[in-house]
């Protein structure tokens, strides 16, 4: 049983049978198989819906975020900013009156998503050739991205990703059958020199990027056997990164990567080399490394029938030794929400973490009181990508 089926067991019991015949039929472009706690954020969000209300949606419109802050300590990434109470929902614009993402300076970007397939519930049918990936600047302004490729031939999501800073993006160009990075603050923009077929893309497949936009993790198909690739998109360097393994982040020189099951976290140096350290028991939904350079946070599973209490609890772990330091059960959340993934940390001693419920909410959490304050809302989409989340 692969990770998300274990964390999704508890509400999927409890949900009307049907439903979940219709959701999985409905969602045929390779959802069911990603197993990854940030791939949660897709599939927890349509089957809370399906528990929340007996029907199945297949998709949910995008909606205007509130503006990210301005950076915060040198040692901190930058988070979402306070937030109002949240937007309402907004029916996705026509592709014709959204413009291309343009050449040159553009800006930081607060987030990515895919637009949603075209489903016919009457013929059981999904059409997701018009797919696209748009953009969302820290000042509101939505683009396209055609030049990045959403869908596959195989009708397998072609990820994106965005560095922590909002900055950078990556992408897979078909055209350049490779990674593009393009810096959005001075506007240029670097190919990788490693050329990758298309078909190499598969289902779940992961791209993460590093916060200078220097180095790219590649991971063909999330779960599988097959290697990924972190890539010096400047060089052409790689180094092989095994497949048992996913990547979590990419800082400082230090690519953070985790084995499941046997929990095992290898911060392997972007030239190689390096040793994995175990844990004792069984952690999703690891956090990028603390500013401290020691701290990883998770959340650790012991029953699959609890797993949204489970990840209403910290767990931080010691990255050097595998030894647990301490939980932290986070306070004030509603308790509608599910946590589903941590994000950045805003300083040495608050974390960012993501709950779903009706839009995806932010939320920073104190990781020595446990206690939680709303920061932001986001579009509670089928492929929410955010600022140093790892995407798929």
Known sequence: MTRLRRALSGIAEEAPAANLADLIDLTLAGHRRKRRATAMLSAIATIATVVATGAVTAAVSPSRPHQ???PGPAEAA????EAAPGPTEATPEPAEAVPDLPEGVVGPLDHAYETPCKVDKKRRNVDCGAVEWRVVTRAGRTYRLPQA???TAQDRRAPIAISRDGRMLA??????????????????QVTSPVTLKEARIGAGSMLVLSDDGRHVVFDPREGSKEPGLLIDVRTGKTV???GKYEAISVRNG????????KTDLWLMPVTGGGKPVRFNGAFMGFSELAPDGRTVV???RRDPKKWVQEMRTLTLLDAGTGRKLRTVPIRGLPESEPVVVTGL????SELTVLTLGKRARAYGVDIRTGKAHHLADYPNTMSLVLPGIASN
Do not use: N
Request: glycine share 6%; aromatic share 10%; proline share 7%.
């Open 345 to 348: 940390w805003r300083s040495g």
């Open 68 to 70: 990210a802050a301005a």
């Open 240 to 242: 092989r990164v095994p």
């Open 149 to 151: 490729l959403a869908m």
């Open 78 to 81: 930058p988070g979402p900013t």
């Open 171 to 188: 992408y897979y160009s078909r055209q350049a059958q490779a990674h593009v990075v393009r810096d959005l603050v001075s506007g240029s």
């Open 298 to 300: 998770a959340f650790e």
């Open 254 to 261: 230090v690519a953070e990567l985790v084995r499941y099951l």
